[in-house]
């Protein structure tokens, strides 16, 4: 199921990103503005300067920047930074029942709370509820895609509180949406956050499903490819 972007692009080339939220862009045309970057991490392993990038306009004159940064070119391929589209797109693909593994959900929501955790999805039918915690995928190793590119306190709460919805009789995914085309395995990073990776591994052993899912990401919208093979172990395991 392909979910086209809700306005056409803007086409440039990244002069830089800084302070975390900001990039600086050449436009085709020679113009050179400042677009918001929705991606708080380290952005390893897709971000170079000087890469072919995607924008959205943005039409909010609260805003000081007019422009979202959305997509970029490594090695040839394009990879989505933008964080809050995973949401969107895992919200409305599982309305339509296309994830593998997610179908058949006749009541889909967002933004639910169980415990002091907000979760990203609430999907219910008449035999099961289930509460679905979704995380964007850009870091790359080798042909691994990896979770989290920077230590995350809040991803580890996310698996505590998942680990209790499990518990709870009701059903705990962890959907990790991968925006990149170029790796063929998940796994977590475990040099980054061993903290994290360790609780994933618990929370799968308690229950809590792990599904990474792999989306080309083009300038005209996103396309689903499928569910990716995962390795939760250490990277020595893994490779």
């Not at 991606?39 to 943005?58: F, Q, R, T």
């Not at 599904?211 to 250490?234: A, D």
Request: hydrophobic letters at 35%.
């Amino acid at each position: 199921m392909h979910i086209p972007f809700p306005s056409t692009l803007v086409h440039g080339t990244l002069i830089k990103r800084y302070k975390r939220f900001l990039a600086d862009v050449t436009l085709d045309n020679g113009e050179e503005v400042t677009a918001h970057c929705t991606n708080s991490g380290s952005m390893k392993s897709c971000l170079e300067e000087g890469a072919e990038v995607y924008l959205s306009p943005v039409n909010d004159p609260k805003r000081k920047t007019k422009f979202t940064w959305e997509m970029i070119k490594i090695d040839g391929n394009w990879i989505g930074i933008n964080t809050s589209m995973p949401n969107m797109l895992a919200f409305e693909w599982i309305k339509n029942g296309v994830i593998p593994g997610l179908e058949r959900y006749t009541h889909v929501k967002r933004e639910v709370t169980f415990g002091d955790s907000r979760f990203d999805i609430y999907a219910e039918n008449e035999t099961e509820k289930c509460f679905v915690e979704v995380k964007n995928v850009t870091l790359k190793e080798g042909n691994h895609a990896r979770f989290p590119d920077a230590k995350t306190t809040r991803g580890q709460k996310h698996l505590e509180t998942l680990m209790q919805v499990k518990q709870s009789g009701m059903r705990a995914v962890m959907l990790y949406v991968v925006q990149r085309v170029d790796v063929d395995l998940f796994g977590p990073a475990w040099q980054i956050d061993p903290q994290y990776s360790l609780l994933l591994q618990k929370a799968h052993s308690a229950g809590v499903e792990v599904i990474p899912l792999q989306v080309q990401v083009l300038p005209s919208g996103f396309k689903l490819l499928g569910v990716m093979p995962y390795n939760l172990n250490t990277e020595k395991a893994s490779t």
